[in-house]
């Protein structure tokens, strides 16, 4: 199973929105809604942010948003702060019932 | 509150073994899927292996297939992950994560294969 494709960087000044591209198949994000993202700060163990390609768990910031069109999900971080410095990975259920993940994005706040 | 934590990691020789373990607190493991991810050394995450809920039914990374077992205690409410033929590539930190949507995540314990 290969990875699902993320840039290896983006970057924007605070309070812009930037998105995040997550590339599969139609065999996991294109044929399933079980798209999530997670945040990993340095040193820490990765925090769910967006589920069903859309939904926010109790607590995660409005900022952050979810989408999904054919076989590309996406995320958008919405008035960019520092604090949202961290790599972002997207993961997706597939048709092999497992599991698979993106190779992670590293975002800076210029 | 969820808690999750790993431990059992270590240094290692290849071709050696080592269990990990996963104690849970502030929700019964039993009626949750639970996962293994793995993550080299400044590397990306890997799904490792998942166990359904209230069954045994379990599923595996094809470059753990046949090496790694994943199995729970209920009356521990822990989960656990058996290791074997370990070789470098495995080297990495090991989460276990709650649910489908992976929602909760341990710390991590790390795993080095080396002689």
């Known amino acids: 199973q290969s990875a699902l494709t993320q840039p290896a960087s983006v970057s924007g000044s605070p309070g812009q929105s930037i998105t995040i591209s997550c590339t599969g198949t139609s065999s996991d994000v294109g044929g399933y809604n079980y798209v999530s993202w997670y945040q990993q700060r340095p040193g820490k163990a990765p925090k769910l942010i967006i589920y069903?390609?859309?939904k926010r768990p109790s607590g995660v910031s409005n900022r952050f948003s979810g989408s999904k069109s054919g076989n590309t999900a996406s995320l958008t971080i919405s008035g960019l702060q520092a604090e949202d410095e961290a790599d972002y990975y997207c993961?997706?259920?597939?048709?092999?019932?497992?599991?698979?993940f993106g190779g992670g994005t590293k975002l800076t706040v210029l | 509150e969820v808690q999750l934590v790993e431990s059992g990691g270590g240094l290692v020789q290849p071709g050696g073994s080592l269990r990990l373990s996963c104690a849970a607190s502030?929700?019964?493991?039993?009626?949750?899927?639970m996962n293994w991810v793995r993550q080299a050394p400044g590397k990306g995450l890997e799904w490792v292996s998942h166990i359904v809920a209230s069954t045994t039914t379990t599923y595996y990374a094809d470059s753990v297939k046949g090496r790694f077992t994943i199995s729970r205690d209920n009356a521990k409410n822990s989960l656990y992950l058996q290791t074997n033929s370990l070789r470098a590539e495995d080297t990495a930190v090991y989460y276990c994560a709650r649910a489908f949507n992976f929602d909760y995540w341990g710390q991590g314990t790390l795993v080095t294969v080396s002689s």
């Open positions: 502030g929700f019964t493991l039993y009626r949750y899927s």
């Open positions: 993961s997706s259920y597939t048709a092999r019932s497992t599991w698979v």
């Open positions: 069903d390609v859309s």
